[in-house]
């Protein structure tokens, strides 16, 4: 079993930036490919960045690349998420996920395992 918790979120101006952080309980943190997620209010919950176990491999979606950095110290159990340029329709919680399987990046909600409880991201226009 696997504890995640986010933080970091907040209210941020349009074109501001802010940095997500996930701490993960155990001690196989390494060994779990993560996964940021987001949910704006009446859409589902959708992929927004993932990284492998080693931080050698991202993948993102599309409209945030270039302005999101996902990276990872295994050494203290945390992934962050690094956002820039924000713009009001990334609103959303922003949630951290962990796949225990998978060597490659998944990008679907059915491939994560464990689950945090979500950090608000609020970009005001």
């Known amino acids: 079993q696997v504890r995640l918790v986010e933080s970091g979120g907040g209210l941020v101006q349009a074109g501001g930036s802010l940095r997500l952080s996930c701490v993960a309980s155990?001690?196989?943190?390494?060994?779990?490919?993560m996964g940021w997620f987001r949910q704006a209010p009446g859409k589902e919950r959708e992929f927004v960045a993932g990284i492998n176990q080693s931080g050698g491999s991202t993948d993102y979606k599309d409209s945030v690349k270039g302005r999101f950095t996902i990276s990872r110290d295994n050494a203290k159990n945390t992934v962050y998420l690094q956002m820039n340029s924000l713009k009001s329709e990334d609103t959303a919680v922003y949630y951290c996920?962990?796949?225990?399987?998978?060597?490659?990046?998944?990008?679907?909600?059915?491939?994560?395992?464990?689950w945090g409880q979500g950090t608000q991201v609020t970009v005001s226009s």
């Open positions: 155990g001690r196989t943190f390494s060994s779990y490919t």
């Open positions: 996920a962990a796949d225990r399987r998978a060597a490659v990046v998944a990008v679907t909600i059915e491939e994560y395992d464990y």
